[in-house]
Protein backbone atom coordinates (compact mmCIF):
# COMPACT_ATOMS: atom_id res chain seq x y z
CA UNK A 1 0.00 0.00 0.00
CA UNK A 2 1.20 3.47 -0.78
CA UNK A 3 1.90 4.73 3.18
CA UNK A 4 1.96 8.24 2.64
CA UNK A 5 -1.10 8.41 -0.31
CA UNK A 6 -3.00 6.75 2.58
CA UNK A 7 -1.85 9.18 5.06
CA UNK A 8 -2.60 12.31 3.48
CA UNK A 9 -6.32 11.24 2.62
CA UNK A 10 -6.85 10.34 6.47
CA UNK A 11 -5.12 13.94 7.50
CA UNK A 12 -7.77 15.79 4.88
CA UNK A 13 -10.56 14.28 7.14
CA UNK A 14 -11.34 11.35 5.57
CA UNK A 15 -12.29 8.49 6.91
CA UNK A 16 -10.31 6.40 4.78
CA UNK A 17 -11.95 2.29 6.00
CA UNK A 18 -15.58 3.93 5.07
CA UNK A 19 -14.18 5.31 1.66
CA UNK A 20 -12.30 1.55 0.92
CA UNK A 21 -15.83 0.09 1.70
CA UNK A 22 -17.62 2.13 -1.18
CA UNK A 23 -14.71 1.65 -3.85
CA UNK A 24 -14.66 -2.24 -3.00
CA UNK A 25 -18.92 -1.77 -3.06
CA UNK A 26 -18.50 -0.19 -6.20
CA UNK A 27 -15.84 -2.50 -7.77
CA UNK A 28 -18.16 -5.02 -6.83
CA UNK A 29 -20.94 -3.38 -8.99
CA UNK A 30 -18.86 -3.04 -11.99
CA UNK A 31 -17.60 -6.26 -12.22
CA UNK A 32 -21.28 -7.81 -11.65
CA UNK A 33 -22.76 -5.67 -13.87
CA UNK A 34 -20.45 -6.37 -16.69
CA UNK A 35 -21.15 -9.97 -16.31
CA UNK A 36 -24.63 -9.26 -16.18
CA UNK A 37 -24.87 -6.89 -19.43
CA UNK A 38 -22.95 -9.41 -21.17
CA UNK A 39 -26.31 -11.39 -20.80
CA UNK A 40 -28.34 -8.65 -21.76
CA UNK A 41 -26.24 -8.01 -24.77
CA UNK A 42 -26.26 -11.54 -25.95
CA UNK A 43 -30.20 -11.49 -25.66
CA UNK A 44 -30.70 -7.87 -27.26
CA UNK A 45 -32.01 -9.27 -30.78
CA UNK A 46 -34.42 -8.55 -33.72
CA UNK A 47 -35.07 -5.27 -35.42
CA UNK A 48 -35.41 -4.04 -31.53
CA UNK A 49 -32.65 -5.25 -29.92
CA UNK A 50 -29.89 -5.13 -32.71
CA UNK A 51 -29.94 -1.65 -32.25
CA UNK A 52 -29.53 -1.75 -28.19
CA UNK A 53 -26.53 -3.97 -28.97
CA UNK A 54 -23.62 -1.87 -29.70
CA UNK A 55 -23.90 0.85 -26.78
CA UNK A 56 -25.16 -2.36 -24.48
CA UNK A 57 -21.61 -3.60 -25.42
CA UNK A 58 -19.57 -0.06 -24.97
CA UNK A 59 -21.37 0.25 -21.65
CA UNK A 60 -20.55 -3.64 -20.46
CA UNK A 61 -17.09 -3.60 -21.42
CA UNK A 62 -16.50 0.14 -19.84
CA UNK A 63 -18.12 -1.39 -16.60
CA UNK A 64 -14.96 -3.67 -16.83
CA UNK A 65 -12.49 -0.92 -17.32
CA UNK A 66 -14.20 0.95 -13.91
CA UNK A 67 -13.77 -1.98 -12.36
CA UNK A 68 -9.55 -2.09 -13.77
CA UNK A 69 -9.03 1.05 -12.86
CA UNK A 70 -10.56 1.08 -9.41
CA UNK A 71 -8.73 -2.12 -8.22
CA UNK A 72 -5.57 -0.38 -8.17
CA UNK A 73 -6.57 2.33 -6.06
CA UNK A 74 -8.20 0.32 -3.39
CA UNK A 75 -4.79 -1.29 -2.67
CA UNK A 76 -2.95 2.23 -2.61
CA UNK A 77 -5.10 2.70 0.14
CA UNK A 78 -4.63 0.03 2.12
CA UNK A 79 -7.84 -1.97 0.95
CA UNK A 80 -8.25 -5.02 -0.86
CA UNK A 81 -10.90 -7.31 -3.09
CA UNK A 82 -12.43 -10.23 -1.37
CA UNK A 83 -10.60 -13.17 -1.29
CA UNK A 84 -14.14 -14.78 -2.40
CA UNK A 85 -15.99 -14.19 -5.58
CA UNK A 86 -19.53 -15.07 -3.70
CA UNK A 87 -18.61 -12.39 -1.02
CA UNK A 88 -17.57 -9.80 -3.40
CA UNK A 89 -21.18 -10.22 -5.35
CA UNK A 90 -22.43 -9.86 -2.46
CA UNK A 91 -21.17 -6.25 -1.43
CA UNK A 92 -22.31 -4.99 -4.63
CA UNK A 93 -22.85 -1.45 -4.46
CA UNK A 94 -25.97 -1.52 -6.83
CA UNK A 95 -28.67 -3.99 -7.66
CA UNK A 96 -27.98 -7.34 -10.12
CA UNK A 97 -29.13 -6.29 -13.14
CA UNK A 98 -31.17 -9.57 -14.21
CA UNK A 99 -32.46 -10.48 -17.79
CA UNK A 100 -36.33 -9.47 -17.66
CA UNK A 101 -38.68 -12.89 -17.86
CA UNK A 102 -39.20 -11.61 -21.59
CA UNK A 103 -35.91 -10.90 -23.09
CA UNK A 104 -37.70 -9.89 -26.33
CA UNK A 105 -39.72 -7.15 -24.63
CA UNK A 106 -36.85 -4.21 -25.25
CA UNK A 107 -38.61 -1.61 -22.86
CA UNK A 108 -37.69 -4.16 -20.11
CA UNK A 109 -34.23 -4.37 -20.85
CA UNK A 110 -33.93 -1.36 -21.17
CA UNK A 111 -35.59 -0.65 -17.54
CA UNK A 112 -32.67 -3.31 -16.11
CA UNK A 113 -30.21 -0.86 -18.15
CA UNK A 114 -31.17 2.61 -17.17
CA UNK A 115 -31.56 1.73 -13.34
CA UNK A 116 -28.12 -0.14 -13.43
CA UNK A 117 -26.55 3.03 -14.55
CA UNK A 118 -28.77 5.68 -12.43
CA UNK A 119 -27.17 3.66 -9.64
CA UNK A 120 -23.50 4.04 -10.65
CA UNK A 121 -24.40 7.53 -10.83
CA UNK A 122 -25.11 7.76 -7.37
CA UNK A 123 -22.60 5.81 -6.43
CA UNK A 124 -19.90 7.79 -7.78
CA UNK A 125 -21.51 11.04 -6.99
CA UNK A 126 -21.51 10.02 -3.21
CA UNK A 127 -17.40 9.44 -3.93
CA UNK A 128 -16.72 12.66 -5.71
CA UNK A 129 -18.85 14.27 -2.56
CA UNK A 130 -17.02 12.50 0.16
CA UNK A 131 -13.33 12.86 -1.98
CA UNK A 132 -13.57 16.57 -3.39
CA UNK A 133 -10.65 18.56 -2.52
CA UNK A 134 -9.30 16.03 -0.23
CA UNK A 135 -8.66 12.97 -2.02
CA UNK A 136 -7.77 14.30 -5.09
CA UNK A 137 -6.39 10.72 -6.69
CA UNK A 138 -9.72 9.07 -6.06
CA UNK A 139 -11.76 12.31 -6.81
CA UNK A 140 -10.04 12.49 -10.21
CA UNK A 141 -10.63 8.46 -10.82
CA UNK A 142 -14.65 8.74 -9.67
CA UNK A 143 -15.30 11.60 -11.68
CA UNK A 144 -13.82 9.90 -14.62
CA UNK A 145 -16.12 6.83 -13.92
CA UNK A 146 -18.66 9.22 -13.41
CA UNK A 147 -18.44 10.93 -16.44
CA UNK A 148 -19.12 7.90 -18.21
CA UNK A 149 -21.80 5.89 -16.22
CA UNK A 150 -23.96 9.36 -17.17
CA UNK A 151 -23.23 9.02 -20.93
CA UNK A 152 -24.25 5.31 -20.62
CA UNK A 153 -27.61 6.69 -18.96
CA UNK A 154 -28.06 9.35 -21.29
CA UNK A 155 -28.04 6.47 -23.84
CA UNK A 156 -30.21 4.30 -22.30
CA UNK A 157 -32.83 6.63 -21.68
CA UNK A 158 -32.70 8.04 -25.28
CA UNK A 159 -33.80 4.72 -26.13
CA UNK A 160 -36.35 4.58 -23.75
CA UNK A 161 -37.75 7.97 -25.54
CA UNK A 162 -36.93 10.09 -22.80
CA UNK A 163 -34.93 12.25 -25.38
CA UNK A 164 -32.06 12.49 -26.99
CA UNK A 165 -28.66 12.41 -25.70
CA UNK A 166 -26.78 13.83 -28.23
CA UNK A 167 -24.92 9.97 -28.90
CA UNK A 168 -23.13 8.81 -31.65
CA UNK A 169 -20.66 6.16 -31.11
CA UNK A 170 -17.49 5.21 -29.34
CA UNK A 171 -14.47 5.19 -31.94
CA UNK A 172 -14.38 1.23 -30.94
CA UNK A 173 -16.24 -0.52 -28.26
CA UNK A 174 -15.86 0.35 -24.92
CA UNK A 175 -13.35 2.97 -25.54
CA UNK A 176 -13.72 4.51 -21.97
CA UNK A 177 -12.68 8.29 -23.30
CA UNK A 178 -12.16 9.40 -19.74
CA UNK A 179 -11.10 6.37 -17.23
CA UNK A 180 -8.40 4.95 -19.99
CA UNK A 181 -5.87 7.15 -18.58
CA UNK A 182 -6.07 5.32 -15.57
CA UNK A 183 -5.81 2.31 -17.01
CA UNK A 184 -2.22 1.83 -16.47
CA UNK A 185 -1.46 -2.04 -16.24
CA UNK A 186 -3.86 -2.64 -19.27
CA UNK A 187 -3.32 -2.27 -22.62
CA UNK A 188 -6.55 -0.48 -24.40
FE1 LIG B 1 -19.51 1.50 -14.63
Redesign the pocket.
Known sequence: MAKVARQVVEQAGINVDQLLEKLVA?AA??FT??YYYTILRINSIGFDGEGLKEIIED?RI??R???EALAPRIYELGGKLSRDIREFADVAGCPDAYLPADPRNVQEMLKVLVEA?RC?IRV?TEICNMTAGKDHRTYSLALA?LH??IE?EAWFSEFLGEGPSGHFRRETPGQSPYVSRFMTAMQK
Open positions: AAETYAEDNHFEAYVEEH
